[in-house]
């Protein structure tokens, strides 16, 4: 891969003002895209990571949108597409957990889970999918139109007791993603998912913050360490770039190993 393979492409990070989106979204700019930050609330770390691109002689931009509702979907990708020629690449990475018991799960944990992560995912790539179909490839920028990733997660395969919600809006992610590679081939857009094992970041802090917290979890990850942001913008920017031209309809894990069923290294 050269230095900067997504020179002259535009990105667009959903959930990018934290976590695994902030990281994305720096890891994409590093390698030359432009990138437009979406942020739900926290507009300051939005800002923060425009900052950072742009003085790193990168282009940003804050966009602030709910990802689970059609209206706001539809005017952050009106705003970008006003103000850039092109989309090149959409990253559906905004995420929750609303973790509860199946029988303690309220309605209202259950539709938030799937609107946001599911929901959501199909309402970006929607909108991103329409872009790229109507500009088609640009020769000299990228040889897809357009590259779809979907930010799945080892829940889209290993089932989740407390998280029902969560484990249903990543396996529905795998067969959303699968379905719209197998559309959107013809029109050369490439759709992947990349599934992250434990990753520090917000969304599991309790998993990590603590030394008896951290190493109950590395028992689930053979490799020994948790995953850091940085190892998930490594493997997007290499997805999204033309070294994986003929990678489409796959999930790619990065998880240092937890689907590999840790226990069986001791038993069976
Ligand atoms: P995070 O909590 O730092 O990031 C989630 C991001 O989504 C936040 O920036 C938040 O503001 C944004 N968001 C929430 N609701 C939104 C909405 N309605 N509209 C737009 N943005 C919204 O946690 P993390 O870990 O960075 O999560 C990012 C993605 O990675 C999620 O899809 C999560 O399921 C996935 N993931 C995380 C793993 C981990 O171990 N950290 C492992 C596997 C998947
Ligand atoms: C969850 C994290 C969890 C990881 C591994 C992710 O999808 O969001 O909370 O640590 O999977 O179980």
Same mark, same amino acid.
């Given at each position: 891969m050269t230095d900067r393979p997504l020179a002259g492409q535009h990105a667009l990070v959903t959930g990018a003002s934290s976590g695994l989106g902030e990281a994305v979204a720096r890891a994409l700019a590093a390698a030359g895209a432009a990138v437009a930050v979406n942020f739900v609330a926290n507009e300051p770390a939005a800002r923060r990571v425009v900052q950072d691109v742009e003085k790193a002689g990168g282009r940003a931009l804050a966009v602030r949108a709910d990802v689970s509702r059609? +209206?706001? $979907?539809?005017?952050?990708?009106?705003?970008?597409?006003?103000?850039?020629?092109?989309? +090149?690449?959409? $990253?559906?990475? #905004?995420?929750?957990?609303?973790?509860?018991?199946?029988?303690?799960?309220?309605? =209202?944990?259950?539709?938030?889970?799937?609107?946001?992560?599911?929901?959501?995912?199909? *309402?970006? &790539?929607? #909108?991103?999918?329409?872009?790229? $179909?109507?500009?088609?490839v640009r020769a000299g920028v990228s040889r897809a139109?357009?590259?779809?990733?979907?930010?799945?997660?080892?829940?889209?395969?290993?089932?989740?007791?407390?998280h029902a919600n969560y484990a249903a809006s990543k396996g529905g992610v795998k067969l959303l993603m699968q379905s719209m590679a197998q559309e959107l081939a013809p029109q050369?857009?490439?759709?992947? &998912?990349? =599934?992250?094992? =434990?990753?520090?970041?917000?969304?599991?802090?309790?998993?990590?913050?603590?030394?008896?917290?951290? #190493? &109950?979890? *590395?028992? *689930?990850?053979? @490799?020994?360490?948790?995953?850091?942001? #940085? +190892? $998930?913008?490594?493997?997007?920017?290499?997805?999204? &770039? +033309?070294?994986?031209? @003929?990678?489409?309809?796959?999930?790619?894990?990065?998880?240092?190993?937890m689907t590999l069923y840790p226990e069986f290294a001791r038993g069976g």
């Open positions: 059609e +209206d706001e $979907v539809e005017a952050m990708f009106a705003k970008i597409l006003s103000t850039w020629p092109a989309l +090149d690449i959409l $990253v559906n990475n #905004a995420g929750v957990q609303r973790d509860a018991p199946l029988t303690e799960m309220t309605l =209202a944990q259950w539709n938030t889970v799937l609107g946001i992560n599911l929901t959501g995912m199909f *309402l970006c &790539s929607r #909108a991103a999918a329409r872009a790229m $179909v109507r500009q088609g139109a357009g590259k779809i990733v979907c930010m799945s997660s080892v829940h889209e395969v290993i089932p989740w007791a407390g050369r857009i490439r759709v992947n &998912s990349i =599934a992250p094992g =434990a990753i520090r970041t917000p969304i599991n802090r309790r998993a990590w913050e603590t030394p008896e917290a951290l #190493a &109950s979890l *590395l028992t *689930l990850i053979p @490799y020994g360490r948790i995953g850091e942001p #940085a +190892d $998930v913008g490594r493997a997007v920017t290499w997805l999204v &770039s +033309d070294d994986a031209d @003929y990678i489409h309809g796959q999930t790619i894990v990065v998880d240092g190993g």
